[in-house]
């Protein structure tokens, strides 16, 4: 079980690296490779309009691959899961997410991200995109929960503008 400080370091991490990394559906943190972009766009033909997949290819070669569920779970060394199974083993759930506290999982329908404290989430959205940093209130989530199975949260506290 990995403390929630080591959850939020994981995250730190992987925005450190966000030139490495892209968002790929389905990624696993492979590096993507021309044979796996091959199979991707097997597997999913329909994901990328055919306009962009020349652009998104070049920004995903050679880089290591996530979705938002698999960057969560790597995170918080958890097993593979989809997004809505993340949310659903996570006790306690709540909408009042400035009831979240630090390390907590943030969802909204088909994505979810990490509160990395002081109002701030780490996530990565789509397609030609990399692991980013935003303030929470403009991600549009829906819920906050605590994913205890994988993470302590003992000692986690929930976001007070006041504090210093």
């Not at 492979?30 to 091959?38: P, V």
């Not at 509160?115 to 980013?132: L, W």
Request: with cysteine; proline share 5%.
């Amino acid at each position: 079980m990995l403390s929630f400080y080591k959850v939020i370091q994981n995250a730190l991490d992987m925005l450190s690296m966000r030139d490495q990394i892209a968002y790929l559906y389905g990624g696993d943190g492979s590096i993507c490779t021309e044979a796996y972009w091959r199979k991707w766009i097997a597997k999913y033909p329909n994901r990328i309009p055919e306009a962009e997949q020349e652009k998104i290819h070049d920004f995903t070669i050679g880089k290591r691959v996530y979705d938002c569920s698999q960057l969560v779970i790597t995170c918080c060394g958890a097993p593979d899961m989809t997004s809505k199974r993340i949310i659903d083993m996570c006790n306690p759930v709540t909408e009042d997410l400035a009831a979240g506290v630090e390390g907590s999982i943030l969802w909204k329908p088909g994505h979810v991200g990490i509160d990395i404290g002081y109002g701030y989430a780490i996530d990565i959205p789509c397609e030609g995109q990399t692991v980013r940093i935003r303030p929470i209130s403009s991600g549009g989530w829906k819920k906050s929960g605590q994913l205890w199975t994988y993470v302590n949260y003992m000692n986690a506290r929930a976001f007070d503008p006041n504090r210093r």
